[in-house]
């Protein structure tokens, strides 16, 4: 049976372990631009939807602009650009309630 001094040095090595995986999160989201898929750079992951096996559709966020991208196992296609993500959710969302 664990001691009290046994219990409190477990306790401890448990903290310092959740303290050392946090800071290596914070100091890889922080300073490690493009280590961590999808958290900082230039070119943002913003939504993914599998169509099949290794094929989809995927919004990307690069160069201020968003594409909406095919892709499968050979190629990576552009089906739309937009400057501006909200307009054009705005102008479908319109679209859909007229005609209902």
């Known amino acids: 049976m664990l001691e009290y001094s046994d219990f409190l040095q477990v306790i401890a090595s448990l903290v ?26 230039l070119i943002q992951i913003l939504d993914i939807k599998y169509l099949g096996k290794n ?6 966020k690069a160069n201020q602009k968003y594409y909406l991208l095919s892709f499968d196992e050979k190629n990576v296609s552009i ?6 993500l909200q307009e054009e959710v705005k102008e479908h969302n319109e679209k ?3 005609s209902g």
Do not use: C, H, M, T
């Open 16 to 41: 310092i372990v959740i303290v050392l995986i946090y800071s290596l999160y914070y100091g890889f989201s922080r300073y490690g631009r493009g280590i961590l898929p999808g958290q900082k750079g």
């Open 55 to 60: 094929k989809g559709l995927a919004v990307i």
């Open 79 to 84: 089906i739309e650009k937009w400057d501006n």
């Open 96 to 98: 859909g309630s007229d």
